[in-house]
């Protein structure tokens, strides 16, 4: 059964910085694109990152410059590095796994439970 477990997340001031992680597990994590999505309290989901099994990485606008996402295919875990937060980065952030047609993304197939991140000071 694939596993994605997210942590790191907490209260931090305005400005503050933080790291999410991600562990997977029962998959072959090096062969796929994972993601970062969250979801802001009482609002849709809204995609923040992605990286590619070959290491490529892409960002919303939103978060470009400040956020980094990273993955540790020895440790099968994926990393989100954000900088510089503020009441808009607030909400829950979850890791998700690519569903591959053949070897293409195609989608999202697994998700993780999710990591709480508040700003406030």
């Known amino acids: 059964q694939v596993q994605l477990v997210e942590s790191g997340g907490g209260l931090v001031q305005p400005g503050a910085s933080l790291r999410l992680s991600c562990a997977c597990s029962q998959f072959t994590f090096r062969a796929y694109w994972m993601y970062w999505v969250r979801q802001p309290p009482g609002k849709g989901l809204e995609w923040v990152s992605a990286?590619?099994?070959?290491?490529?990485?892409f960002y919303a606008d939103s978060v470009k410059g400040r956020f980094t996402i990273s993955r540790d295919n020895a440790k099968n875990t994926l990393y989100l590095q954000m900088n510089s937060l503020d009441n808009e980065e607030a909400g829950e952030y979850y890791c998700a796994k690519a569903f591959n047609y053949g070897s293409t993304p195609r989608g999202m197939d697994y998700w993780g439970k999710g990591t709480l991140v508040t700003v406030s000071s």
């Open positions: 990286i590619g099994s070959d290491g490529s990485t």
